[in-house]
């Protein structure tokens, strides 16, 4: 089949954010306290061979997708210049069809991040939004979602027209997608809390655009950040980092996923790295019917509804982290496209995540569909490590938390 009559077979169309990742090697003799005794002003630091990479949720989502063989259409903004060339060049490296529906700016600069990952020291990013802030609802076509019946957008905080003036690009965006007929998805991203998209209405933007969404995706962090913002700023005081998932339960777990219910999701997927993944849904039966094409199939509706659920990760040896969310989420779109079953879809977001991490980039590690769910179903066991859930139960299916009412 050719890469322009695959793209339009596509079922599931991932759009938004995506970007050019360059990482250097770090030898291990630069080991230094910091990174302010590592880049002193004026001193020279040899490195390796750089690695190139594609980021953001286009490319994790997406490749992850595709390596699970999932049929996909790829939509990110890219500009015309060098950095747009190697992106379309990677992609096209994975499969030739993948590049077919990018979009490609007159004017503006590709996207991309430094990663400097000294050893024994944390990671900082240098990221360069590029044409990603210019992304607009004009972007996605109406011929351009023709035969999909999902489309997932990923990374509204680092576009800038995604969350200026409230939220309204964004909400005209998935307002058009949604009344094209296909199931809504949306994944967020955390934004520097100095920065223009960190002092935004995210409270204000949520409540506008979730009636649009069917599934929504973010992290703990993330979200915890935009509708508790006093909790997240006393809990990062308190003990002094801004990496939280330890301290989520299951009442802070309930409080949130409430809350987006209420603003109009139909099911809500919360990210907790080594911790998890955590689902909450809708009770009303019509709103997961109104999902779309992706929507409980009737057999299942029933178990679908007014659930609250969480799975621990697999066990494995882990190599890297980058992009575990993402394909975390891959495995959980897959799932819900299938038609499978709620601990079916969930299992397969965990176990598509756990073989993300088995490899140091985001998506090497992702194996085809059916040899995730062959894994799944052996003896892999999950990680015993969780957070507080008081009141539920256990063990429901493979490890599965259950909170019953």
Same mark, same amino acid.
């Given at each position: 089949? *050719? ?31 910091? !990174? ?14 750089? #690695?190139?990479?594609?980021?953001? %949720? ?7 997708? &595709? ?29 030739? =069809?993948? %590049? ?5 700016? %007159? ?10 990952? $000294? ?20 972007? /996605? ?52 809390? @100095? *920065? @223009? %998209? ?7 933007? !949520?409540?506008?655009?979730?009636? *649009?969404?069917?599934?929504? !995706? ?25 990496? !939280?998932?330890?301290?989520?339960? +299951? ?6 996923? =409430? ?15 080594? &911790?998890?993944? &955590? ?18 199939? =009737? ?5 679908? @509804? ?5 799975? $621990?990760?697999? @066990?494995?040896? #882990? ?19 299938? +038609?499978?079953?709620?601990? =079916? /879809? ?40 969780? /957070? $507080?859930?008081?009141?539920?139960? &256990? ?11």
């Amino acid at each position: 089949m *050719s890469g322009a009559l695959q793209a339009a077979a596509a079922d599931i169309v991932i759009a938004g954010h995506i970007c050019l990742d360059i990482i250097p090697k770090i030898h291990g003799n630069n080991q230094a306290a910091g !990174l302010g005794e590592l880049l002193v002003p004026g001193k020279l630091l040899d490195v390796g061979a750089a #690695v190139l990479a594609t980021g953001g %949720a286009v490319s994790n989502t997406g490749l992850a997708l &595709y390596r699970l063989g999932f049929p996909v259409k790829l939509m990110g903004k890219i500009g015309d210049d060098l950095f747009g060339g190697l992106i379309l060049s990677i992609l096209k490296g994975h499969g030739e =069809e993948l %590049a077919g529906s990018m979009i490609t700016a %007159a004017e503006g600069s590709s996207s991309y991040t430094i990663v400097i990952n $000294p050893p024994g020291i944390d990671r900082i990013f240098l990221h360069c939004t590029g044409v990603n802030d210019s992304f607009a609802s004009e972007d /996605v076509t109406v011929e351009s979602l023709q035969g999909a019946k999902l489309f997932h957008f990923g990374y509204p905080p680092l576009m800038r027209r995604m969350y200026e003036d409230g939220g309204a690009e964004l909400e005209t965006l998935l307002t058009k997608v949604k009344a094209q007929g296909l199931t809504v998805s949306l994944d967020m991203a955390r934004p520097d809390p @100095q *920065s @223009q %998209a960190g002092q935004a209405d995210w409270r204000g933007i !949520l409540a506008r655009v979730l009636p *649009s969404v069917d599934v929504f !995706l973010p992290s703990f962090e993330e979200i915890l950040y935009m509708l508790q913002p006093d909790t997240y700023r006393e809990l990062s005081e308190l003990h002094g980092t801004s990496e !939280l998932l330890a301290f989520a339960n +299951g009442s802070i777990l309930g409080s949130l996923s =409430e809350e987006l219910l209420d603003m109009g999701a139909a099911m809500v997927g919360l990210k907790l790295g080594e &911790y998890g993944f &955590y689902l909450r849904t809708t009770g009303k039966r019509e709103r997961l019917i109104a999902m779309g094409p992706c929507a409980p199939n =009737e057999d299942n509706l029933s178990a679908w @509804q007014d659930r609250e659920l969480l799975a $621990p990760c697999f @066990q494995v040896e #882990v190599i890297g982290t980058t992009g575990a969310g993402d394909c975390t989420i891959a495995g959980f779109l897959g799932g819900l496209s299938k +038609g499978l079953a709620v601990e =079916e /879809v969930l299992l397969g977001a965990v176990g598509t995540g756990a073989c993300c991490v088995e490899k140091a980039d985001a998506v090497s590690g992702i194996r085809s569909w059916s040899d995730v769910q062959e894994r799944i179903h052996s003896d892999w066991e999950h990680s015993n490590r969780s /957070v $507080p859930l008081p009141g539920w139960t &256990y063990g429901i299916r493979q490890g599965i938390w259950e909170l019953k009412r």
